[in-house]
């Protein structure tokens, strides 16, 4: 799996939106970008995941770049409930393929 | 759906002692996942399972045993505990199709003394 890098951390306002970037240059062409986060004392869950298309749901938008070295993680209206850690984890889509957890990025949602 | 449940939330284990650490889901998924996670780290892959009967190393498996009988049970059992072991240990699991999110549990947080 390709090896990700990300900030260690960082604040944002409630009500704007959260911008997560995530550097991934040695990305193969049938590894996907996955974003999961864990809010304090629980188990990660699941954001979002993209190939190379920009990927919206209702939690969050994911914006790859063309060379897909890189990709963004927007939250478009912080709230206090997302003060979490988020992590971009770069991995080949298959079920039964582990998660490999980076340090992550640290997020503070301030009021 | 209760998703994947764990039990027990909190233990404290004495050095040499044992125990086995509860996984159950009711989503009807094939694969399952034992991971832990160090106090500020990220999670390390113990042991998983792509089915009932079988089971396979990750990358920290030393100490730990699996076994996978049902579908729904995924237990993971501390033969002879030891102060290294003491970690927030998360099961999970995921559904062999077109798409393969790993859906956790609340974790269980031991501390071995």
């Known amino acids: 799996d390709a090896k990700t890098t990300q900030p260690t951390s960082m604040d944002c306002a409630e009500g704007r939106a959260a911008n997560l970037p995530c550097n991934h240059s040695?990305?193969?062409?049938?590894?996907?970008v996955y974003w999961y986060r864990q809010i304090h004392s629980q188990g990660p869950q699941y954001i979002i995941h993209?190939?190379?298309n920009n990927e919206t749901n209702e939690m969050a938008s994911l914006i790859i770049t063309e060379d897909r070295k890189s990709s963004t993680l927007i939250l478009p209206h912080a709230t206090l409930r997302d003060t979490a850690v988020y992590y971009c984890?770069?991995?080949?889509?298959?079920?039964?393929?582990?998660?490999?957890f980076g340090g992550g990025t640290r997020v503070l949602v301030k009021p | 759906n209760a998703g994947v449940t764990q039990t027990p939330k909190f233990r404290i284990l004495k050095i040499g002692q044992s125990m086995t650490l509860q996984c159950t889901q009711d989503?009807?998924?094939?694969?399952m996942y034992w991971y832990r996670q160090d106090p500020g780290m990220g999670l390390k892959l113990i042991y998983y399972?792509?089915?009932?009967?079988?089971?396979d190393k990750g990358e920290v498996p030393n100490g730990y045993n699996v076994s996978r009988s049902t579908t729904e049970d995924f237990p993971l059992r501390l033969e002879l505990a030891a102060p290294s072991q003491t970690s927030v240990y998360f099961c999970?699991?995921?559904?062999?199709?077109?798409?393969?999110?790993?859906?956790f549990g609340p974790g269980t947080r031991l501390t071995v003394l």
């Open positions: 989503m009807n998924h094939n694969y």
């Open positions: 999970a699991s995921s559904y062999q199709g077109s798409t393969d999110t790993q859906y």
């Open positions: 399972s792509v089915g009932a009967g079988i089971t």
């Open positions: 040695t990305i193969s062409g049938n590894e996907y």
């Open positions: 984890i770069v991995r080949v889509k298959a079920a039964g393929n582990k998660l490999t």
């Open positions: 993209g190939l190379k």
